[in-house]
């Protein structure tokens, strides 16, 4: 069992930058991959980035450039840096894990607001 915990989330303006973080109950060194999800009103869910077991990070095209995917393998978080938040970067922001046989864990989530 994996547990996640979001946070880092909040009520930014346009412009603004946020650092998102997830917390695992696990050494994430030992996790096949994790990654950084959002879902925003009314959409379905999508994927950000993701890091694998060797800590080599990959992007979604429309978000590469402005969001920043990093870990700490000592602290077994993995971080999200958003920077010129738009308003459409409004969405529930969601961590995962997955371990080497395939299990697939969710946080719960932290909300990111941007308007003026």
């Known amino acids: 069992q994996v547990q996640l915990v979001e946070s880092g989330g909040g009520s930014v303006q346009p412009g603004d930058s946020l650092r998102l973080s997830c917390v695992a109950s696990?050494?994430?060194?030992?996790?096949?991959?994790m990654g950084w999800y959002r879902q925003a009103p009314g959409k379905q869910r999508e994927l950000l980035a993701t890091?694998?077991?060797?800590?080599?990070?990959n992007y979604r095209e429309h978000v590469r450039g402005r969001f920043t995917l990093s870990r700490d393998n000592d602290k077994n978080a993995i971080y999200l840096d958003i920077n010129d938040l738009k308003p459409e970067d409004t969405a529930d922001y969601y961590c995962?894990?997955?371990?080497?046989?395939?299990?697939?864990?969710w946080g719960q989530g932290t909300q990111v607001t941007v308007s003026s």
């Open positions: 890091i694998d077991s060797n800590g080599k990070s």
């Open positions: 696990v050494t994430i060194s030992s996790l096949y991959a």
């Open positions: 995962d894990a997955r371990t080497w046989s395939l299990d697939h864990y």
